[in-house]
């Protein structure tokens, strides 16, 4: 499960579903945001809730699918006030924050590198206190691209340059994943439960962790 440590300089880290529990961002997307829809616009909610899962579909791996900004519009709600009201589920994954100080101990260099929009970023990090761990914090909005777009990692190595070939990068979502593989990231991991509410993920071809404890020591 550990890479070779000594063959490793840079560590890119996913945020939802890697270092932080996914039951946040799916139980907002799939319950509390349809209920508030609902209630807005005086409907079913279970209509509204298949109505809006077919919609978040559409456009599902794109940068609209994670714009804050973009479903503020599209929905004439304000989603970060939406998200406020249920912030408490915001939580960390086992093991991420001595994970994270030993990368630092360890001389490696730490970036979190996510598809959530600046707006999700800054509120998660506010409730977690996590962003004094990282060297950088990129997201996917700044560079124009998403991750699984196998060209994101070059416009990356542009404003963060980094050797993929001692490259850790630990994401949950596997089609991330493969797009990191296509470019020639050397360590590849996913996640065995990014929600800790759901069952663990079936097998797939990136070794998955149980928790950032699996990488350790360095």
């Not at 499960?1 to 579903?17: A, E, F, Q, R, S």
């Amino acid at each position: 499960m550990k890479p070779d440590w000594n063959t490793i300089d840079t560590v890119l880290l996913d945020m939802d579903g890697t270092l932080l529990d996914l039951n946040f961002d799916n139980h907002f997307w799939q319950y509390h945001l349809p209920r508030r829809y609902a209630e807005h616009h005086g409907r079913d909610h279970d209509e509204v809730r298949s109505e809006l899962m077919r919609r978040f579909k559409a456009h599902e791996g794109t940068l609209p699918w994670y714009s804050v900004d973009f479903w503020t519009d599209e929905l004439a709600l304000d989603l970060m006030v939406l998200k406020e009201e249920v912030a408490h589920l915001i939580d960390i994954h086992p093991g991420v924050p001595e994970f994270l100080a030993a990368a630092r101990a360890g001389g490696k260099r730490v970036l979190l590198v996510t598809n959530a929009h600046h707006k999700s970023l800054t509120l998660k990090m506010a409730r977690t206190g996590l962003a004094a761990h990282f060297d950088a914090m990129i997201t996917s909005h700044e560079l124009g691209l998403p991750k699984e777009d196998v060209t994101f990692w070059d416009a990356l190595r542009e404003v963060h340059p980094f050797d993929p070939a001692r490259t850790l990068l630990v994401d949950d979502t596997i089609a991330v994943l493969d797009s990191a593989h296509r470019y020639g990231i050397a360590e590849l991991r996913a996640i065995a439960r990014p929600d800790t509410q759901q069952p663990e993920r079936a097998p797939t071809r990136y070794a998955a962790l149980s928790s950032f404890h699996d990488l350790l020591p360095l």
